[in-house]
């Protein structure tokens, strides 16, 4: 053999190992992303009370239709928290966390409750005359509002105004209520020193804005950096682009950022409808956009005690329940859902649907299920 035709067999010999030494060299690495999921869940019986004492297996859990396990569970009763974290393994599906496994969860929950009341107003004699009278049981709310507690008060005619930022002042909140915010406009207003909703609210961006669904967007960015569940009591009558042809209601396309932005910000929006009627075209908004972010929706026409009793006790106790997704940064489009199971010592409990948010995940929907 010629030394041209050695060298050529030689350097192809090289080329075809290469690769084979080139992948022993360089071991396989796979990278799994895992993103904790939070779920604020209020969980309450017929009668409207809260369902206390639930841990890990009374919830289930599914993430793109799979099922993990529930890592935590922690119970925040009245701005209070006093409940049991148990952490769950997210490769295990279906089965029961240990008690060796206890500890308590990474996420906390600041000290008290935030919650924005926000009210649609309007003159038309079936809106003001029902939002009058939310005005007055409004009482009860406010009453359980405790020093570690936050309130803000919003009002939304032609554009977004602010009364008070965060504040736990509850005689300063109640005497808008009841004496300026119907028939006035809010005064200046200064950013809280703790837990602020000012501070992050644009005003050029408030003065400008004549839809109330980018006031919803507005409020959701807003209240997204500060930590912990949130909960926005809605007194309205509705939202949305109204079709003649149904009688009824269709969402914009700014309804989609709205909804986005409170579910980022596990705010949780509790809607009363203030007409005095049976049904009106635009409830439609207001039943959307509490279902989708954990809330719930009542109109306040026949039994208004009631409607408000609901809310004070969905606003006064809270579960935040915690799991693990792998590859959920990858998975933009993830969707979740969770249900609640009972023993039968719980008998027939109703479950408001829970809201599950991450930063992590962009779009999610939640179920939770009569036993």
Known sequence: MSTIGVRAVVTFALLAWSPVLAAAQAPFVERVDVSRVL??????????????????????????????????????????????DVVADPDDEGSQTSEGSQTRAATRQSDGRLIVVLVQK???????????????????????????????LLSFDSRLRVWTDFTNDVEHVRSFLQKDLLMRFPPPVIASEGPSLLARLDIDARART???????????????????????????????????????????????????????????????????????????????????????????????????????QACRDTMCCSSRSRGARARRRSRA???????????MAACSPGVVTSTELSTLTVRMCRP
């Open 39 to 84: 779920i604020d869940a209020r969980v309450l019986d017929d009668h409207g009370k809260a369902v206390p004492d639930l841990g890990p297996e009374d919830f289930i859990v599914n993430i793109d239709g799979k099922r993990v396990r529930v890592e935590s569970v922690e119970w925040i009763e009245g701005g209070e928290r006093d409940a049991e």
């Open 122 to 152: 309007d003159l038309e004699p079936k809106r003001v005359t029902g939002l009058m009278v939310m005005l007055k049981l409004i009482e009860p709310l406010l009453q359980q509002i405790r020093p570690a507690d936050r309130v803000a």
């Open 210 to 312: 004549a839809d109330f669904e980018k006031s919803l967007q507005m409020i959701g960015e807003a209240l997204e950096p500060l930590p912990g569940a949130k909960s926005v009591v809605l007194l309205g009558y509705g939202f949305g682009r109204f079709d003649p042809s149904t009688w009824g209601a269709t969402m914009t396309p700014a309804y989609d950022d709205a909804r986005m932005a409170l579910q980022q910000a596990r705010a949780s929006v509790f809607s009363l409808n203030i007409t005095q009627a049976n049904f009106n075209s635009l409830q439609a908004g207001l039943q959307n956009v509490s279902a989708a972010t954990g809330g719930f929706y009542a109109s306040t026409y026949e039994f208004p005690v009631l409607a408000m009793q609901r809310v004070v």
């Open 337 to 347: 859902s969770t249900a609640s199971r009972f023993g039968s010592r719980r008998g």
